[in-house]
């Protein structure tokens, strides 16, 4: 939802990827920032609204991104995208970056403007594969932003840490850092940086990537 330029260079940037897209925006004029090679659908109306929405196959969307450019716009659309539809990944836009923690706690991520990438949005709606944040010299050793299953909420983060056999550096939530104790739980949202070797971390995202085994 929104073709702005932060919405028509998501949108591009998906549909080069190989993703079907569909753009939903108020103004029809508004997507003339797509480009004549845009191939995704673009559907004229408010993204909040449950026709709209459907208009713009909602039901079968594996991801949603609200970046108008209203907050309450955006956080309204991402609600109902993820309370109406169940839309499995959702991430808002949010200009005031003091009413982040607020709608991070309602279970939908949000990037505030100051630090907002197009790269940071697409993370959190189609978060395969880790992303490294710092390798040392020698490359053999990463910190890298790790994804986790959504049924590990709940879990020890010393539980991920013996079954993945790996070591959670931090973790980010609700916008803070957070170095993890013995007994701190994952919780929705969390995001986790995991410190291992470089050759584990392909083995470390496929553990933590699937459910938990059955205890």
Known sequence: ??????????????????HDVAVIDM?????????????????????????????AGIREAYAFAAVSSGDNSNILAARVA???FNVEHVAARIYDPRRA?????LGIPTVATVRWTADQIIRRLLPQGSMSEFT??????????????SAWVGRRLSDLEHLADTRIG???RLGDGLLPR???VLQDGDV????????????????????????
């Open 1 to 18: 939802m929104g073709c702005g330029r932060v919405g028509a260079t998501l949108a591009r940037n998906l549909s080069d990827a190989g």
């Open 27 to 55: 103004e029809e004029t508004a997507f003339r920032r797509l480009g004549s090679s845009f191939e995704g659908r673009t559907v004229t109306g408010m993204g909040f609204d449950r026709g709209v929405l459907l208009s």
């Open 82 to 84: 993820r309370e109406t």
């Open 101 to 105: 923690a607020v709608y991070q706690r």
């Open 136 to 149: 040392d010299p020698s490359g053999k050793v990463v910190l890298a932003e790790v994804p986790v299953n």
């Open 170 to 172: 931090y973790l980010t």
């Open 182 to 184: 013995t007994d701190t």
């Open 192 to 215: 986790l940086h995991v410190l291992c070797g470089s050759d584990d971390l392909g083995r470390i995202e496929r553990t933590l990537g699937a459910a938990p085994p059955h205890d």
